[in-house]
């Protein structure tokens, strides 16, 4: 099986599309997202159509979908994410509202192949930074293989019998062969919002059978998605950070 992993939208419908657009030419069997289809952009509802549209899809929700759809309410959001927080709920479809709202929380098993997580699988709006963080994931779960989000941030840990690693990727495409033995948390990016200082949106390719993973960086049309957050009056510094990659 090929696995299309998504993460982090941000209600970019521009880069969610670039990212569609450039798989198009290759081939995957299922989508798994990994939180925060919206938040952040402009174009709430046309990017949840775009990937409620994908099927078979695999989903966990984030911390912005929680706080976008009214399950949360956003206490712990700075007040530019909060402000597009409360600009996103109003805009919401019902239907799409629905859906958010009952996205499960993770970690979610997908197909008894991997796990998948927002923040980290023991808790969801929890962060992985580095590899003290990593490693009380690894002591914690029994996951060979973990999709997580939420830090923007492309990155691989490796944990193997005697040590654990950080792998860095590179763009444009970064490719890693897992090996035997070994136990892996796997940081896609972002799509909508990349925070490595690359622009590029970022999401992975997972091939179970040849047990490879794939992490793309592909172009966008930033300035048009720039210029939809500056017409809908959402906080400049939303605009501006897309074209600096943070």
């Known amino acids: 099986m090929r696995y299309l992993i998504l993460s982090d939208i941000h209600s970019n419908k521009e880069a969610l599309s670039a990212a569609l657009s450039f798989m198009r030419r290759k081939r995957w069997d299922k989508v798994v997202f990994l939180g925060d289809l919206v938040g952040y952009g402009a174009d709430p509802n046309s990017t949840m159509d775009l990937l409620r549209s994908l099927r078979p899809l695999a989903a966990v929700r984030g911390n ?14 700075n007040r530019i994410a909060l402000e597009a927080a409360m600009w996103t709920r109003r805009k919401l479809t ?20 991997f796990a998948i997580s927002h923040g980290t699988p023991i808790d969801e709006d929890a962060y992985i930074f580095g590899e003290i963080e990593a490693l009380n994931v690894f002591r914690q779960t029994p996951f060979e ?34 090996r035997p033995g070994v136990r892996y948390l796997v940081n896609p990016g972002s799509i909508g919002q990349p925070r490595d200082g690359n622009p590029l949106c970022s999401f992975a390719i997972y091939d179970s059978d040849a047990r490879t993973i794939a992490i793309h960086r592909v172009a966008y049309p930033i300035q048009a998605t720039q210029r939809k957050i500056l017409a809908a009056g959402l906080p400049r510094p939303l605009a501006d950070r897309l074209g600096v990659g943070r």
């Open 145 to 178: 293989l973990c999709f997580f989000g939420h830090s923007h941030f492309p990155v691989v840990f490796a944990l193997s019998p005697d040590e654990i690693t950080t792998i860095l990727t590179v763009a444009p495409v970064f490719r890693l062969k897992m």
């Open 94 to 113: 019902p239907s799409n509202l629905r859906w958010l709202k009952q996205l499960p929380e993770g970690p979610v098993v997908v197909d008894d192949a």
């Open 64 to 77: 912005h979908d929680k706080v976008c759809s009214g399950i949360e309410n956003g206490e712990m959001f």
